[in-house]
């Protein structure tokens, strides 16, 4: 679908906007709310997308994908985890509480700003990562060795 730049600008401000308006929501809903129970929980957050409740410790927690957010898929759940210790999980590489939104991005935009394949990229940040280089060398040497004796068969089919 194509859209023109002045369209494209229309619909960041409203997206914008619309990202603001729940911000001051949620803002307001973590002055009148608080659970009185005297449990162990992790405060409401706003995480820049979603208004996160508060949830009890050593809980992940789920929400739909917002509709405001262009190009989330609003059938699925973005995921949030509240530690034993009542607290939101931490990234370290991000040097910040972390929302998992990869359910929610129906495609990555790559620095050019033109769409990716959302299966390109569903490892790039996760189990694998540390992985990658060790995989890679064992397809090498995988490649190397079927290249070396399909050599060999045809060197013995050529010679016999």
Known sequence: VEVSEADFQQLYMDQQAKLEEKRRLCEAKMIENFPLDGG??????WDGAICWPYIPAGTLHEIPCPSYVHGFNTEAFASKLCTND????????LNQTWTNFSMC???FVDQQGEPEDLELNVYSDGFFEPHISTIKLISRVG????????VVAFLMLAFL
């Open 105 to 107: 991005v129906t495609y």
């Open 40 to 45: 162990l929980y992790c405060p409401m957050i």
């Open 143 to 150: 490649y190397t060795v079927s290249f070396s004796a399909l």
């Open 86 to 93: 009542g607290t939101w999980w931490f990234k370290k590489e």
